[in-house]
Structures are given as structure tokens and as C-alpha cells.
């Protein structure tokens, strides 16, 4: 080879390697072999030539556009209209989608606007007339009150009704203090402390007022009222200055010129804070009596035994709660058998589970007493009026009652079987606490077979809940309708279970409405969804 066109040559280093891996090509086999020749192999060194210029060896170099010719090609007609075109379909796509967005949110059902509420429709109102007897102790008073709010706390409830125990000597106006707390009890130290930790605990405290509390007459003699009343309207003051979240008096039906007291009393509630609540108690039952006390004062809670007067049928039952809520044109209102006493002791031991329910679910503010959760029932001597019976805590429970308590019927017992009333209970409250259509859900009843009370809760776009219950003593087959009420209300084929008052039924089951049947005294809670 001439110098004129031999070309650079490159050093390359081989390692050695096994003949088979050795790459090798006819050029270079021609230059290892000319090398060998010339004797110049040393160290495993050989070297080649390596032409540089790619073009000897058949490869073209791609270099691309210049500047210039990249600039010539981009302003030509067609690549302009190519460009525009692009942009105008960008822009009439995003435009597209901003108004289907628009389309959907336009024509989207309308969302209702939530009801203002206070605390006490959020949730049940649990009444603790004698501290005595709830703490099971010889000496109730308001410290031992504090170290029960723990459990209090478990049953869900948003108030408690405690008292009276303002100093209250029997049939005495001049010895009836309301505005001091009898020593028995404890101090208004004692009630202040009591009131911080139940605030702490999500609990509102309501203060009993009623005068005469361990007298006869519980307010006093007629020719007396001028002077009650304004004892009692300073006692208001008095107290919601202190701290305490409502008052409750009872027995109201026997105050002369109640309404217009009653109405005096509400303003003077309202006027210190929206947030206040006045409860009124009347053992009454008639309607017309109880809208008579109601007068014009639409916030006041009144407690009553309308629900009692019943007969504990389908039926009534069904008639007496549409007439209440019609009647009262469907303001907001609490719901109870009595003013004071206990469910076991006015509803028939079979039916307790399914009074649970119905309180739960109606429209308003469910009101129970201290016992109530685990089916405790008041004794009465003859002759004598029936007292708040010892709660029953745990087996130790039994040295305060005449005779010995079976574990199932104490709060202890109860709170570990799922099965148990006190179980049901805290399912119930929890549920009526922070579901919509249980809050302030409108309220639709559902023909159904006999014997049965059914209705549906629902709340514009959320959950629905079906509520059947059978009052009757045999199976009854729900033959559930909905004819005859609002194009809202309609029910799907299916829903699912969430709770049956009696054992058996497992939550999350299946249910066909068109096939349900309910056993003897069986209530159902069931749920479906909203669907547009």
C-alpha cells in the first residue's frame, strides 16, 4: 500500500479472547495476518487500519435542514394551513367540553339546602331524674354524676336531662329555693365542674325545675302561680347564666294559664341564647290538650303520654304519629311515652325492641329515661306511686335491689353481647346521629298488611330508609306500597338489611321487598340508595 493513500491508522487493543469470540472479517483477517508476517505481534497488540472517512465504507451522513431551509419550509401555504387548522381544532375542542361541563352542572338535580339545627335534633335526650338511683349508690350526688359520663358518652346521646335538685322543701313556696342546689346533691361548684366535662364529652346539660318536686302538688296551689312564675322566671335567668344548655318542667297540665306561662318562659330562653332549650312534660294524652300548651311557641319540646294511648297496634300507632305531625304541621318535635317514666314500664315487654326503633326513626327529637337502654322497668308498691328503680351497673348491682340480678339484664352483661337491647340501643343512637335522612329526612308512610307500621326516611340525594314493623302476634308478609304518594318516594326491588330487632338477621343481607315478611314483633331497618 502507497503512502499516498494509505489512511490514518488507529491503535486498537484486543484483548484475548477465544478464537470462536475473536470478531473477525475479511480485512480484518487480511491485516492480522499481514502484521503476523511482518513479525510485529507483541503483548496480544495488533494493529489495524480504520478508515475514518464513513464514505469509503458506504455510509451516507444525515446532517438535516439548516436554519435557513427549516424556516423556508415552515412559511410556506401549506404548512401555514396545517398550523391554523390545528389551532382552530384545539380551541373548538376545549370550547366543546367547557359547555358539556356547563350542560351537566345546568341539568344536574339541584342539591336541597340543609335545614338549620340545633343540638338537640341531632340526637336522643337521655333523662336522669334521681341521681340517687342511677348511680346505685347510698349517696347520688353530682361528683358521682361525673365519673358515669364515660358511659353516658357510649349511648350517643346529644342531652341529659338532670334533676331536679334545686333545695325543695315539700309543699313549702317559701321553702323552695330554685336558684340553690339541695347540699344532697352536692354545689353549684360541683354542677360547674360537671357541666365543663360533659361539654368536653359532646354532652349538653338540661336543669329540671319543676318547683315542688317532692310535694304533692308539683307547682304548688293555684292561688300560687303568680308567685311561681316569677320565682321560676329568675331561676331561668339564673341558670342559663350559669352555664346550663336548656330547662325542663313538668307536670305543666296542672299551672294555671300554662300556655301563656310557658310561652313567657320560651322567650325568655330564647332571648339569652338560640341555643337554649325549654322542655315541657305533661302526662296528657289528648292532642287537642297537648296543641293547647304548644300555644304559638314552635321551638318548645313537649314530652307526653300521647303515644301510649295507642293500644300498641299497627294501626293506631300509625294513625296517632300521622295526626301528631299533621297537626302540628310538621314542626319539630320529641318523641316518648311518658314524661318521666320508663319504656318497660308502659310498652309490653315484647314490643320494647321495636319502641326502640320507632323512637329512633320518627321525625324529631327521641327522649328516653336512665334505664331505658337496658330494659329496666319501675316497681311500684300498691297504693304508692312507682320510683326510679336502682340501675343495674353489674352484678354488685344486686346489694341495692331486693334479689339477685341475672347478668343479661345489667349494662355490664348487656355491653358485650351484640345481641343485647343495650347493643341495639347504641346502634340506633349512633345512626340517628349522623345519618341525613334520619336527621331531618322527610317522612313518607307506605301502606303495608296488618298489623304493620311502615314508613320510608329519605333526604333529597342520600340513602334512603325503610322502617317496617310488625306490632302483631303472628308472621305478617310486608305487602309494602307506595301508591298515592309522592313521585320522590318509589321503592327498588331490593334492599339491604341493617338491623332487625330480633336476633337472627345479619347486616349487609339481601332483601327482596316484594318477598319480606317479618316475624312476631320484628322491626326492620333497611337502606337503599338514591338513585336519579
Given at each position: 500500500m502507497s503512502q499516498d493513500t494509505e489512511v490514518d491508522m488507529k491503535e486498537v487493543e484486543l484483548n484475548e479472547l477465544e478464537p470462536e469470540k475473536q470478531p473477525m472479517n475479511a480485512a480484518s483477517g487480511a491485516a492480522v495476518s499481514a502484521v503476523m508476517a511482518g513479525g510485529t505481534e507483541k503483548n496480544g497488540l495488533v494493529k489495524i487500519k480504520v478508515a475514518d472517512d464513513e464514505t469509503e465504507a458506504g455510509t451516507a451522513k444525515f446532517t438535516g435542514l439548516s436554519k435557513e431551509e427549516l424556516l423556508k419550509v415552515a412559511g410556506s401555504p401549506g404548512w401555514v394551513r396545517t398550523r391554523w387548522a390545528l389551532l382552530l381544532l384545539f380551541w373548538l375542542g376545549w370550547l366543546g367540553m367547557l359547555a358539556g361541563a356547563v350542560v351537566i352542572i345546568v341539568r344536574a338535580p339541584r342539591c336541597r339546602e340543609l335545614p338549620e339545627q340545633s343540638?338537640?335534633?341531632?340526637?336522643?335526650?337521655?333523662?336522669?331524674?334521681?341521681?340517687?338511683?342511677?348511680?346505685?349508690?347510698?349517696?347520688?350526688?353530682?361528683a358521682g354524676l361525673k365519673e358515669h359520663l364515660p358511659y353516658l358518652s357510649?349511648?350517643?346521646?346529644?342531652?341529659?336531662?338532670?334533676?331536679?335538685?334545686?333545695?325543695?322543701?315539700?309543699?313549702?313556696?317559701?321553702?323552695?329555693?330554685?336558684?340553690?342546689i339541695d347540699p344532697t346533691f352536692g354545689s353549684k361548684e360541683d354542677l360547674d365542674t360537671l357541666l365543663q366535662s360533659a361539654k368536653?364529652?359532646?354532652?349538653?346539660?338540661?336543669?329540671?325545675?319543676?318547683?315542688n318536686y317532692r310535694g304533692q302538688?308539683?307547682?304548688?296551689?293555684?292561688?300560687?302561680?303568680?308567685?311561681?312564675?316569677?320565682?321560676?322566671?329568675?331561676?331561668?335567668?339564673?341558670?342559663?347564666?350559669?352555664?346550663?344548655?336548656?330547662?325542663q318542667i313538668r307536670d305543666v297540665e296542672s299551672l294555671v294559664d300554662a300556655p301563656s306561662y310557658l310561652a313567657e318562659w320560651h322567650n325568655v330562653t330564647k332571648n339569652f341564647s338560640e341555643d337554649r332549650l325549654l322542655i315541657a312534660?305533661?302526662?296528657?294524652?289528648?292532642?287537642?290538650?297537648?296543641?293547647?300548651?304548644?300555644?304559638?311557641?314552635?321551638d318548645l319540646l313537649l314530652t307526653s303520654s300521647y303515644l301510649s294511648a295507642s293500644g300498641f297496634t299497627g294501626k293506631?300507632?300509625?294513625?296517632?304519629?300521622?295526626?301528631?305531625?299533621?297537626a302540628t304541621d310538621n314542626r319539630w318535635c320529641s318523641w316518648s311515652l311518658s314524661q318521666v317514666g320508663l319504656l318497660a314500664s308502659v310498652v309490653p315487654a315484647h314490643l320494647l325492641?321495636?319502641?326502640?326503633?320507632?323512637?329512633?326513626?320518627?321525625?324529631?327529637?327521641?327522649?328516653?329515661s336512665s334505664g331505658d337502654e337496658i330494659g329496666m322497668k319501675a316497681a311500684a308498691l300498691p297504693g304508692q306511686p312507682a320510683k326510679a328503680p336502682v340501675m343495674l351497673w353489674g352484678a354488685s348491682s344486686s346489694a341495692n335491689t331486693?334479689?339477685?340480678?341475672?347478668?343479661?339484664?345489667?349494662?355490664?352483661?348487656?355491653?358485650?353481647?351484640?345481641?343485647?337491647l343495650l347493643s341495639l340501643f347504641r346502634r340506633l343512637s349512633d345512626l340517628r346521629g349522623k345519618e341525613r335522612a334520619l336527621l331531618h329526612g322527610d317522612f313518607h308512610v307506605l301502606s303495608s298488611g296488618p298489623d304493620l307500621f311502615s314508613y320510608v326516611r329519605q333526604w333529597d340525594q342520600n340513602k334512603r330508609f325503610l322502617v317496617v314493623l310488625n306490632f302483631g302476634d303472628v308472621p305478617r308478609a310486608a305487602g309494602l306500597g307506595a301508591s298515592g304518594l309522592p313521585a320522590s318516594v318509589s321503592l327498588p326491588p331490593g334492599a339491604e338489611l341493617l338491623l332487625s330487632t330480633q336476633p337472627g338477621g345479619k347486616e349487609g343481607d339481601p332483601v327482596e321487598l316484594q318477598h319480606l315478611s317479618l316475624n312476631p314483633h320484628e322491626g326492620l331497618l333497611l337502606q337503599f340508595p338514591y338513585v336519579a
Open positions: 343540638w338537640w335534633h341531632k340526637g336522643a335526650l337521655y333523662r336522669i331524674g334521681d341521681l340517687q338511683a342511677f348511680q346505685g349508690q347510698d349517696a347520688g350526688d353530682l357510649t349511648l350517643k346521646v346529644k342531652g341529659l336531662v338532670l334533676g331536679p335538685i334545686h333545695k325543695n322543701q315539700k309543699d313549702d313556696i317559701d321553702g323552695t329555693n330554685l336558684g340553690q368536653k364529652k359532646g354532652l349538653r346539660v338540661i336543669l329540671d325545675l319543676t318547683p302538688q308539683s307547682w304548688f296551689l293555684p292561688s300560687q302561680s303568680a308567685t311561681v312564675a316569677t320565682k321560676m322566671r329568675d331561676a331561668l335567668q339564673f341558670w342559663l347564666q350559669a352555664g346550663v344548655d336548656g330547662v312534660g305533661t302526662e296528657l294524652s289528648s292532642l287537642e290538650e297537648i296543641l293547647r300548651l304548644l300555644g304559638v311557641s314552635r293506631e300507632t300509625e294513625e296517632l304519629v300521622t295526626q301528631y305531625l299533621n325492641r321495636l319502641y326502640h326503633l320507632l323512637l329512633f326513626t320518627l321525625p324529631g327529637t327521641p327522649v328516653f331486693s334479689g339477685p340480678v341475672s347478668s343479661n339484664l345489667t349494662v355490664q352483661g348487656q355491653s358485650g353481647d351484640p345481641d343485647s
